[in-house]
């Protein structure tokens, strides 16, 4: 089992940014996926971004290419989300989700283990 507890949102201007911090327990985690996804109210859970644990490959969703980066600290076993030049559009609650599978990151279908969820606001 992985338990994922999410961290750092809130309420934000519009132009600005937040860094969302996923924390992990439990299982050894080299060899899983970890996922950032998100969904606002109405709309399908949606792809933001995925990185494998030992930081060697990352996915980004099109819309985030060139403001969101995805990282990890080992040593934490952290994962991080850190979100600049923010829009309205980005509201959502945020989720943090580990795979096994190292073929699918972008499907949020395939993610083992899903953290609570943090919101995050963009105000206009």
């Known amino acids: 089992q992985v338990q994922l507890v999410e961290s750092g949102g809130g309420l934000v201007q519009a132009g600005g940014s937040l860094r969302l911090s996923c924390a992990a327990s439990g299982r050894t985690f080299s060899n899983l996926v970890m996922g950032w996804f998100r969904q606002a109210p109405g709309k399908e859970r949606e792809f933001v971004a995925a990185?494998?644990?030992?930081?060697?490959?990352?996915y980004y969703a099109d819309f985030v290419k060139g403001r969101f980066t995805i990282s990890t600290d080992n040593a934490k076993n952290t994962v991080y989300l850190q979100m600049n030049s923010l829009k309205p559009e980005d509201t959502a609650v945020y989720y943090c989700a580990a795979d096994r599978s190292p073929y699918s990151p972008r499907f949020w279908r395939t993610y083992d283990y899903w953290g609570q969820g943090t919101q995050v606001t963009v105000s206009s």
């Open positions: 990185i494998t644990w030992s930081g060697g490959s990352t």
